[in-house]
């Protein structure tokens, strides 16, 4: 709403009621926090009063909590970020970065765990380059074997070899005049990594069967998912290397450190299915939001795209809640504590500890809901919505 309308307070009501996401909500733009149950007179005062504070303020005055979604506004004007969504914090420094490295030439490492979105990050240092009309050639160095790397990166001539029945263009003349994308370089070979070092130090190459040598003109990005630090320090990556393609280090930060953005991401990719499964009426509700922002996401964008798109078709509804998503996400499996213990701090997180008691008191009270939320402390409604939240099947005994 507050990116639709950042004029518009906004005031949140939920059921869920805590510090964490009273805080959450504020960030993201809300004016006021209201927890269910709500009176109707106190109700109408706090918009009263929301109305009149916004209008003191005056249009032109931006909430510290409207910051985020301005700063990428005014970064959207500036440069070209359109594939990449989301407004936290830490990924504004890093299109910052990205906006400051791409009008130079120097080289650029990215680095980030799988699913980040490091070749999003490498496109948007090409799009808004002096070399954004020249070519864009993605290389995954982990698929190519130290016998087929000459070959696949320089090319070769007819007759070169035994299997070699016709000319090839190698990568890096593909790319000449334009940018080379030099994905999973962690993966890359020894003996690769000697050939590597030396077309980036001379910029010349030969083609396999061609002794004549020709000179490059390439900006060179790559990524890795890698220490690649710790693997200079065992000797499994070359120091030199290391340093010639790092001179510009980008880190990308885990999902789960940018949790804020995956409602973003989730509306992003939603939008997408609407189109590519011809379902106009789908949409992801606040409930199901939630639940993805609780998740850990070890496979990050990738795991959250994919996880999206089979709760659409697995569910077949046009608005699935948090129950069409478990199945499809199943949580790494972690020891039970033993009963009367508390788990170890680190290997349970408080909503498994709740969702874990949920599950023994229904199991200690054979189902019956009353007795359940009274052992807990709980009301009806107030368990109802645990249930819901935590995706529990449960059969009402009373």
């Not at 993201?28 to 007179?41: I, Q, R």
Request: proline share 5%; aromatic share 6%.
């Amino acid at each position: 709403m507050k990116h639709i309308a950042p004029q518009v307070p906004v005031i949140l009501i939920t059921g869920w009621g805590s510090i964490g996401l009273a805080v959450a909500g504020m960030k993201a733009g809300a004016a006021e926090f209201v927890t269910k149950p709500w009176h109707n007179d106190a109700l109408l005062q706090t918009i009263r009063t929301v109305l009149r504070l916004h209008e003191n303020q005056g249009d032109h005055a931006a909430t510290e909590a409207d910051a985020p979604a301005a700063q990428r506004r005014a970064l959207d004007k500036q440069y070209r970020f359109g594939d990449i969504i989301g407004q936290d914090a830490q990924l504004l420094h890093v299109l910052r970065q990205v906006g400051q490295v791409a009008a130079t030439d120097a080289s650029v490492l990215i680095e980030g765990e799988s699913g980040t979105g490091k070749e999003l990050i490498a496109e948007a240092i090409h799009r808004n380059s002096e070399r954004r009309h020249g070519p864009f050639v993605k290389v995954n160095l982990g698929g190519i074997s130290a016998s087929l790397f000459e070959s696949e990166m320089f090319g070769h001539r007819r007759g070169a070899f035994t299997d070699a029945k016709a000319d090839r263009l190698g990568r890096f003349e593909m790319a000449n005049g334009g940018t080379i994308f030099l994905d999973e370089i962690g993966e890359l070979e020894m003996a690769s990594q000697v050939k590597l070092l030396r077309v980036l130090q001379d910029r010349t190459y030969e083609v396999l069967g061609d002794s004549k040598p020709r000179r490059l003109d390439i900006r060179v990005i790559a990524a890795t998912n890698r220490n690649l630090a710790e693997m200079v320090q065992q000797g499994r990556f070359r120091e030199d290397l290391f340093y010639r393609i790092n001179l510009i280090t980008v880190r990308l930060p885990a999902l789960r450190e940018r949790a804020q953005d995956i409602p973003l991401l989730t509306q992003h990719f939603v939008d997408q299915l609407r189109a590519t499964y011809h379902r106009p009426a789908l949409k992801v509700g606040a409930r199901a939001l939630h639940w993805l922002r609780e998740q850990s996401l070890p496979g990050n964008i990738r795991e959250l795209k994919n996880l999206v798109e089979r709760a659409v078709l697995v569910s077949g509804k046009d608005e699935p809640g948090p129950r069409g998503f478990p199945g499809q996400c199943p949580a790494p499996a972690r020891a039970a504590p033993a009963p009367g213990e508390l788990p170890t701090p680190g290997t349970m997180t408080l909503d498994e500890l709740e969702a874990q008691m949920i599950r023994q008191a229904l199991t200690h009270y054979e189902g019956n809901i009353s007795r359940v939320a009274k052992a807990l402390g709980l009301s009806r409604g107030a368990l109802y919505r645990r249930l819901e939240k935590h995706a529990i099947p449960y059969d009402t005994v009373e």
